[in-house]
């Protein structure tokens, strides 16, 4: 046996410093590496792995909705880009431009696409006539840049890959009605893929999009308490279509303007698994987007039969599951640490002992469970596992998240709350900014997260100023 020249090194203590434990996992889970560009960051092939499997889940997910998958330019002339004057103000801050092309100075500066909305309204003003032409249901997967100050991979840099809906409807109905479906694809999602629960509502007027009626929200907690903007989706009514002259001719033969939403989740999803699932041993991949969803580790392998074994075992799974065997000289403690780390959900061992019973030994990641299994079954025993394992670790996260959710009445016990204890505050509020200001600017950044769609009557004034309460919010701190 060669000696091992890489060990797999420790990780800071989540409880002890969280951002430190989130990047020591990004990094030593070989997910990313930092680039040369500041705010920019390489996705290792690991990570890129994970983005894979979550982009053709959802893909799956948007064709079975009746989305067409297109391709947009990365740059957007300036003078397009100001024809929406709320949505260009709203993303000002963030534009990357170019001004020289070559050795030439550029006649009109262009935007590095921080989304694409004026992009395709400036193709749908071409092919949206009548309404034949409607709906439009289009995605697009593609990067985007905003010119972050405070970076962080995955949650917050500055070119990031994500899909971006752009949907044109006849009537606002309609619209809204796409809105409302594309959320609940993320919510369904969250839920059935990464085995994430999360809080779905509303925006409120200040924190909804740029240029949108209306911006409805998935707000996951991580286990730190703070919510992450998991997904968005925006109902635009026919604003855009008007700044860009889309009509087309209605059924009543006069012309109209077209109703328009857009919709969107990104790489952020994969800072989501790491800080909801993950331990002080590193990632703790959900099975339905882990790259390798079983490692199959055979023990004492020098010896005669045990990695013939160990390959026909690994073939027949094959068939079904994303399955790696390793075959490496590096010792089997160091694999077990290097698998744990990198979050795989189930570890198969075999040695000369096992194979002589007819047995296989399954370590399970999130539980270190240890099930011995007969070799005639493991596939099912595999499948089995996986399915049990994606259940346990929705619970768990929907329980961190239970636990860290609070209501408050009073403004004292608002403040109170959201010192001491990190998580969601459940709050009535009356609808004006000023009290969401004044909430963020005492309590060092809680900010209104959604107002759900079930509202609870927690009392009948707002929380902060003591007037009539409009709605039920939930409060929190924000990645």
């Keep these: 046996m060669a000696d091992n020249k890489k060990m797999v090194e420790a990780i800071t203590s989540r409880d002890e410093d969280f951002a430190k434990w989130y990047t020591d996992i990004v990094k030593k889970a070989e997910l990313v590496d930092y680039s040369g560009v500041k705010g920019c960051m390489v996705i290792r092939p690991y990570g890129y792995a994970i983005w894979e499997n979550i982009q053709r889940d959802l893909d799956r997910r948007f064709k079975e909705t009746g989305h067409e998958n297109v391709y947009m330019p990365m740059f957007i002339p300036e003078s397009l880009l100001q024809k929406e004057k709320d949505h260009v103000e709203g993303f000002a801050p963030e534009c990357a431009w170019v001004t ?99 809080v779905v509502g509303k925006k409120t007027e200040k924190e909804k999009f740029a240029g949108a009626i209306a911006t409805y929200t998935i707000e996951p907690m991580m286990h730190n308490g703070v919510a992450l903007q998991g997904g968005t989706s925006h109902y635009f009514g026919d604003g855009f279509a008007e700044s860009f002259g889309i009509t087309y001719q209605g059924r009543d033969n006069k012309l109209h303007y077209p109703h328009q939403t857009s919709w969107g989740v990104s790489t952020r999803m994969i800072g989501a698994i790491i800080m909801v699932h993950g331990d002080d041993d590193g990632l703790i991949l959900p099975p339905r987007v882990a790259p ?43 694999k077990f640490s290097q698998y744990e780390m990198q979050g795989v959900p189930l570890r198969l061992e075999l040695g000369p002992k096992d194979i002589e019973n007819n047995q296989c030994v399954l370590v399970r990641r999130d539980t270190r469970e240890k099930i011995f299994v007969s070799l005639d079954n493991v596939a099912e025993e595999v499948a089995k596992l996986l399915d049990i394992i994606h259940e346990d670790m929705y619970n768990r996260a929907l329980e961190n998240m239970k636990t860290k959710t609070f209501e408050a009445r009073t403004y004292e016990e608002f403040l ?42 927690l009392s009948d004034v707002c929380v902060c100023c003591g007037k009539h309460a409009k709605h039920m919010v939930y409060w929190g701190k924000q990645y």
């Design 416 to 457: 109170t709350t959201a010192k001491e204890t990190p998580g969601f505050i459940k709050a009535m509020w009356c609808g004006d900014v000023e009290c969401e200001e004044k909430i963020k600017e005492e309590t060092g950044g809680v900010k209104s997260r959604c107002i759900p769609f079930e509202e609870e009557q």
């Design 292 to 334: 390798i969803q079983l490692a199959i580790v055979p023990i004492a392998m020098h010896k005669a039969g045990v990695l013939d074994k160990a390959q026909e075992v690994a073939d027949s799974l094959k068939k079904q599951f994303r399955v790696k065997l390793d075959a490496s000289d590096n010792s089997p403690g160091w």
């Design 100 to 198: 020289v092309g070559g050795s030439d100075k550029l006649t009109e500066r262009l935007a590095i696409r921080p989304t694409s909305e004026t992009l395709f309204c400036e193709h749908y003003a071409k092919i949206i006539n009548t309404y034949r032409d409607l709906p439009k249901l289009y995605n697009q997967w593609c990067s985007v840049v905003r010119w972050e100050k405070t970076t962080r991979p995955f949650l917050r840099t500055s070119e990031f890959l994500w899909q971006e809906g752009h949907t044109m409807h006849e009537t606002a109905e309609e619209a809204e009605a796409e809105t409302l479906q594309m959320l609940k694809v993320y919510e369904d999602f969250y839920r059935e893929t990464l085995a994430i629960p999360a």
